[in-house]
């Protein structure tokens, strides 16, 4: 309600609130936060709701999955008093003992179809699992040998519990070449079980023990190397490298056995790896650089399964491995973990298809709200058994509220000949189209300015491009991985100044300038890498740490001059950026030294390529065994370490700073990053790209200038190509999916 001003009348609203409280029986204040509500109160506040509302008909989807057995007697009684207000109750739920508590009516349905409504006074406990579960058990499954028991036992789990306690007491043990299937229904513990044996949950207690020796794992790097794996069941958010290629994806959990002396990667065993594993599970792709979000479920998930079999692992746990994949894919897969199996790996396979795990599980354990309900053999298990099993007995209890992610295949609607684009001579589509428009351009200026090809303009071209890219790159590597830095310009203004005041010591020249040089770099790289570190361990966005840290920044840089310019600085020192004598450009040497150095760190080492891995999916690369904080620190770093350098060179150009030096330089870095073709949303990105980025801004400035544009409509120009460049960006993933 509103009053003529058409302001709230919050006390008609209060006391309107109140009463639909009072009458669904609780007196709770509802001037409260609902975040201090207990999950029943929060129940009883949306029950409030639908009286508030006068519903008519009223869902409740597991309502108690969440509740205590007190609770939920709680919770039965207000749906009592809807039902006699004559709302119509829909109770959607897994649990025989409240569908004949409650229920007048029962439906099952059973893969997405209505099996029969009936009323509940013909219905059976008996005849509800059947339906649940079906009579139609066929199997178009190859028959399969069950494994001794008597083989060597390779997984075993003991008394094990996590800190949220999801899982309770759970033992069992899975044989080499066995493949052990685990079945529950919604909030049985499934999920949770795999994640804490892989390390992604924590464990309060209980005891992993891998071919007899006990295994403390608290993160899914050393899950790996104790030699087990894991096909999560959000193959798109948990499994997947989306802004990846097939080939980085399949080989990023074993990057460290396709490098050279441990760091230097080696593409050519990578791609000899990776066409064995494609040709193995006859994946059907264009090429092994085609993204992996091009493929289809099925042979997307065929990539995950065989990054785990390049890494040979004791013990494979899989979570709902053929979800979202069609008929032919689901067999196919099927026959593989028989063959993986059959190798001698320990197989987990969780899956909520009741058929799939009789026809493909050699034993299969029941988990209902978190504990072991039975263990049976296959030979002897039947449908109704394992029903009964996975059912819950007794009242409502504490238990899983998670649901299972459902993802349809993803499928590529790219016409053939644009797909073909991102491997068009080796190039990205972004970088041939910078290409071509620098090229342009380039001959634009040429054919319509005097001067603009004569060897000192083209020189001074080169140098403010090489400039640029120092800039261009340390935006660019912390956006691939994720993050993004708009501190550059003001980092930039403080390690120059540090170099600067050093320069004015009394020391000699031969002295003061190592040193200044060192310095300027070395407070560069600690500037960048404290970002990183602030945003870890505060948890905190990096946009929101380097927007405080660009007036820190500032400020120190500010307090160092006391308002004073540094100049006259040794000419030895000018001899870095140009040397008079020879003419040799060193800004321009040291630019494309810089970029060589990090086209071989993104491309040929473990820790560049991570950063891709990160950027593109943080849950996926986590779950790969690489550490998101030490890359997430790599990258400020290398950042910081860049700046500290564009610093040092540009006070060797110009041989003076001040105080506001840098300023607003951080926006043009994140321009040229981002022109260039690194996606804002990370995961993306090239050094050619931020070279062409660079040099068409330089371009673009040339003919501003020769069109007599100055000042805020420069900056207004800039900012459209940014947002261009994004909007390109977005449509072209857009078209890609």
Not at 4 to 23: C, D, F, H, K, T
Not at 388 to 409: G, I, K, M, Q, Y
């Amino acid at each position: 309600p509103t009053n003529s001003l058409g302001l709230v009348q919050w006390r008609e609203v209060n006391a309107a609130a109140q009463q639909a409280v009072n009458q669904v029986g609780e007196g709770i204040r509802v001037q409260q936060p609902a975040s201090g509500l207990s999950v029943a109160h929060r129940h009883m506040t949306h029950i409030a709701n639908a009286v508030v509302q006068r519903a008519s008909i009223v869902i409740l989807d597991e309502p108690t999955s969440a509740l205590t057995a007190q609770e939920a007697d709680w919770l039965f009684a207000q749906i009592t008093r809807l039902k006699q207000a004559g709302a119509g109750i829909i109770y959607i739920s897994h649990r025989q003992d409240e569908i004949f508590r409650l229920a007048d009516r029962i439906t099952v349905l059973r893969d997405g179809r209505k099996v029969w409504t009936r009323p509940c006074s013909e219905v059976t406990p008996d005849s509800l699992v059947a339906a649940m579960v079906g009579r139609e058990q066929a199997s178009t499954a190859e028959p399969h040998a069950s494994k001794s028991e008597a083989s060597d036992v390779r997984l075993q789990v003991s008394q094990l519990n996590d800190r949220t306690g999801r899982l309770r007491n759970v033992s069992f043990q899975v044989h080499d070449g066995e493949i052990l299937g685990i079945y529950g229904l919604v909030g049985a513990g499934r999920t949770e079980l795999a994640e804490t044996i892989f390390g992604i949950r924590q464990t309060a207690s209980g005891q992993i023990q891998i071919d007899g020796q006990t295994q403390t794992i608290t993160s899914p790097a050393k899950a790996l190397r104790a030699g087990i794996g894991l096909v999560p069941e959000d193959r798109l958010r948990q499994g997947l490298f989306s802004g990846l290629s097939v080939r980085a994806n399949t080989i990023m959990s074993t990057l460290a056995q396709w490098t050279r002396w441990r760091f230097f990667t080696n593409a050519s065993a990578e791609r000899t790896a990776t066409a064995s594993i494609v040709q193995r599970l006859s994946v059907k792709h264009r090429d092994l650089a085609q993204p992996i979000r091009q493929l289809s479920g099925g042979n997307q998930q065929k990539i995950v399964l065989g990054r785990w079999l390049l890494a040979q692992p004791r013990v494979l746990i899989l979570d709902e491995p053929t979800r979202g994949v069609d008929v032919g894919a689901k067999a196919e897969i099927h026959r593989l973990l028989r063959e993986i199996a059959n190798d001698g790996c320990a197989m987990v396979m969780i899956s909520s298809d009741l058929t799939e795990v009789l026809a493909h599980a050699d034993r299969i354990l029941v988990l209902c709200e978190g504990e072991v309900a039975a263990c049976l053999p296959t030979a002897t298990a039947t449908p109704e058994t394992i029903a009964r099993a996975a059912l819950p007995n007794d009242s409502p209890a504490e238990s899983d509220s998670s649901t299972p992610v459902h993802h349809a295949p993803a499928t590529s609607h790219v016409p053939s000949w644009l797909a073909r684009l991102p491997s068009l001579g080796g190039f990205a589509w972004s970088e041939l189209g910078l290409m071509a428009i620098v090229l342009a351009l380039f001959l634009w200026l040429g054919w319509t300015s005097d001067n603009f090809l004569q060897a000192a303009n083209l020189a001074n071209l080169l140098g403010e491009t090489a400039f640029w890219t120092l800039l261009g790159l340390a935006a660019a590597t912390v956006i691939i991985a994720g993050g993004i830095d708009i501190s550059v310009g003001s980092l930039l203004g403080l390690s120059a100044a540090v170099a600067g005041l050093i320069l004015k010591t009394d020391l000699p020249a031969v002295c003061a300038i190592p040193l200044a040089v060192v310095a300027g770099i070395a407070v560069g790289t600690a500037g960048g890498t404290l970002n990183g570190w602030l945003s870890l361990v505060g948890r905190i966005h990096p946009i929101v740490v380097t927007l405080g840290m660009i007036f820190f920044y500032r400020g120190i840089t500010i307090a160092l001059l006391r308002g004073q310019q540094i100049t006259s600085l040794p000419p030895a020192f000018g001899a870095l950026a140009l040397h008079r004598d020879t003419g040799i450009r060193g800004l321009i040497l040291v630019g494309v030294g810089a970029v060589v150095v990090a086209y071989l760190f993104l491309n040929h080492t473990r820790p560049g390529r991570h950063l891709y891995a990160v950027g593109a999916s943080p849950t996926a690369a986590r779950l790969a065994g690489i550490s998101h904080a030490v890359s997430w620190l790599i990258a400020f770093a290398i950042s910081g370490l860049l700046v500290g350098i564009a610093a040092v060179m540009e006070l060797s150009s110009s041989m003076q700073m001040q105080a506001q030096l840098g300023k607003g330089w951080e926006l043009q870095a994140i321009a040229i990053a981002v022109i260039g073709g690194v996606s804002i949303t990370g995961g993306r990105g090239s050094v050619l790209g931020v070279v062409l980025g660079a040099l068409l801004l330089q371009l673009v400035n040339s003919a501003l200038v020769r069109w007599q544009i100055q000042g805020s409509q420069i900056d207004l120009i800039f900012g459209a190509m940014i947002l261009v460049a994004v909007i390109v960006d977005l449509s072209w993933r857009r078209l890609e999916r």
